[in-house]
C-alpha cells in the first residue's frame, strides 16, 4: 500500500478551524500570518506564544484575505491524505502505527484520534497576485514543524505552479530570508532562483509557460536522439515543445542559444546569437529581448521582421522561423527582466550596448556603478530594454541523419491555420 500523499484544498471556514490547530500546535505566529510589530494583538506576550488574541486575529485575517469576496489571495489547506484501503484489507502491526502516526485510519478502518477522513491538516499554501506586475503570482506557504523536512514542501511548491499555470498566471514570484537554509534549498532547486552574496532576502520569478521552463534550464553534454521522424501534429507548437523537452533531457549545451537574422536600411543581412525566452503553445510567436537601441533593435524598428534558427548538434536538430517582429511594452520589459539573474541585470545596465569601448578601464567603472544601481533597486529597469516577439509564418523542423537523407518538415501560416509539407534534404 502506497504512504500518504500531499493535496491542496481550498480554504473554507471548516478547514480554518482545523487550520487554527495546525498552527498552534506547530508554528510560531509570525511564521503564519502577520502578526508581528505594529500587527501583534499580543504585543507584551512572547514572540513565539499563541494568545487567544493572536489566534483571533489569525482566523480574522485569513476571513479577510482567503475567504471574503476580492480578499486578494486564494488559499489552499495542506492535507496529508490517506489512500484509499482496498476492500478486505485490515490495518494492523506496523502499518496500523504508521498510519496513525501520519494522522490517519485506525485498525477498524475508522479515522483514529478524531481525524477527518480526508486526512490531516499540515499547513496552509496561497497564491496572490503581485501588484504593478501584471500575469505574476506570489507563492507561499507553511509547514507545521512536525511535517517538515520530508520533501512535503517541494511536493506543495509543485501544486501550487500547477494551479498558478491552471489559473492563467504566466509568472510564479517567490521569497525568503537569508537565513532560511530549508526555504532557500526550495527555492534554488525548484524555481532557480539567483543568490546575490549579502543579500538580505532570496527571491525567484519562475516562468510558467512550459517552454519557457525548459528553456530556462540548465544541462550538460548528452546522447543524441533517434532521427527517425515520428509525428506531423496541426501546429508546430507540439512539436517544439517536445523537441525542447527532448533536448533538455538529453543534457543539450545551451539549447536556449538562437541565431537571430535581421537587416539594416540598406538590405544588408547582419546576424547574432541571443536567448530565446519563450515560445507560445501553437509554435507563433517567439520572445528575445535585447535593448532597443543596439544595432538589432535599431534594425528592427527599421525593418520589422527578422529569421531565428535553433542548433543543437548533439542531436543534429535544427529549428527554423520567419515572420514579422513586434515590440513589447514597458510592462513586458519590466516582467521579463525582473527573471533575470543579478549578474544579467548588472550587465544590461553597464554600459551602451554596441557603442565603441575606449578601454577596459571604462567597462570596469561603468560594471560597477550598474552594480551599485542594482544593489539599491533590483528592479530597475533599462530605459531601452525591450521584449521583442517573432510572429512566425513559417516553421521548420530539420533533423539531419548519418547517411544523409535528413528530415524536414515545413510549416506555413495560412489564414485557416497552418499547413505542413515534408521537403526534400
Do not use: C
Amino acid at each position: 500500500m502506497t504512504g500518504p500523499r500531499v493535496e491542496l484544498r481550498p480554504l473554507d471556514a471548516p478547514l480554518l478551524e482545523r487550520l487554527v490547530v495546525a498552527a498552534v500546535d506547530g508554528a510560531r505566529p509570525a511564521q503564519v500570518a502577520p502578526l508581528s510589530g505594529a500587527d501583534d494583538p499580543s504585543p507584551q506576550a512572547p514572540v513565539d506564544h499563541w494568545t487567544d488574541a493572536r489566534i483571533d486575529a489569525f482566523r480574522a485575517w485569513h476571513r479577510a484575505a482567503s475567504l471574503a469576496p476580492g480578499g486578494g489571495q486564494r488559499t489552499f489547506a495542506v492535507l496529508l491524505a490517506e489512500p484509499a484501503v482496498p476492500a478486505g484489507e485490515g490495518r494492523g502491526g506496523t502499518a496500523a502505527a504508521a498510519d496513525a502516526d501520519a494522522g490517519g485510519d485506525g485498525a477498524d478502518g475508522e479515522p483514529a484520534d478524531g481525524e477527518p477522513a480526508d486526512g490531516e491538516v499540515i499547513g496552509a499554501a496561497r497564491l496572490a497576485d503581485v501588484p504593478g506586475e501584471a500575469g505574476t503570482v506570489e507563492a507561499g506557504l507553511w509547514l507545521s514543524r512536525h511535517h517538515r523536512g520530508r520533501g512535503h514542501g517541494r511536493t506543495v511548491l509543485r501544486l501550487l505552479r500547477e494551479a498558478a499555470r491552471d489559473a492563467g498566471a504566466h509568472r510564479l514570484f517567490a521569497s525568503t530570508t537569508a537565513g532560511n537554509a530549508a526555504a532557500r534549498r526550495l527555492l534554488v532547486t525548484e524555481l532557480g532562483a539567483h543568490t546575490a552574496p549579502g543579500a538580505a532576502t532570496l527571491t525567484a520569478r519562475d516562468q510558467l509557460s512550459p517552454a519557457a521552463a525548459l528553456l530556462g534550464r540548465a544541462s550538460g553534454p548528452g546522447e543524441a536522439p533517434s532521427p527517425a521522424w515520428r509525428e506531423q501534429p496541426g501546429s508546430p507548437g507540439p512539436l517544439v515543445l517536445r523537441w525542447l523537452r527532448e533536448a533538455a533531457d538529453a543534457g543539450v549545451a545551451a539549447l536556449q542559444a538562437a541565431t537571430l537574422a535581421t537587416v539594416d536600411e540598406e538590405g544588408a543581412p547582419d546576424a547574432r546569437v541571443l536567448v530565446l525566452r519563450d515560445v507560445s503553445p501553437d509554435g507563433a510567436a517567439w520572445s528575445f529581448a535585447t535593448d532597443s537601441g543596439s544595432t538589432k533593435g535599431r534594425q528592427l524598428a527599421a525593418r520589422p521582421a527578422a529569421a531565428l534558427t535553433l542548433h543543437w548538434p548533439e542531436q543534429a536538430r535544427q529549428v527554423r522561423v520567419r515572420g514579422e517582429v513586434t515590440a513589447g511594452t514597458r510592462d513586458d520589459a519590466a516582467a521579463e527582466f525582473r527573471t533575470r539573474s543579478p549578474a544579467a541585470r548588472i550587465a544590461a545596465h553597464t554600459g551602451h550596448q554596441s557603442e565603441p569601448l575606449a578601454s577596459d578601464q571604462a567597462y570596469r567603472q561603468a560594471a560597477e556603478a550598474a552594480r551599485r544601481l542594482v544593489a539599491a533597486d533590483p528592479d530597475a529597469v533599462p530605459p531601452g530594454h525591450t521584449v521583442y516577439t517573432l510572429h512566425a509564418r513559417e516553421v521548420e523542423f530539420w533533423q539531419g541523419a548519418p547517411d544523409r537523407f535528413h528530415q524536414r518538415l515545413h510549416y506555413r501560416r495560412t489564414a485557416d491555420g497552418w499547413d505542413a509539407r515534408r521537403l526534400w534534404p
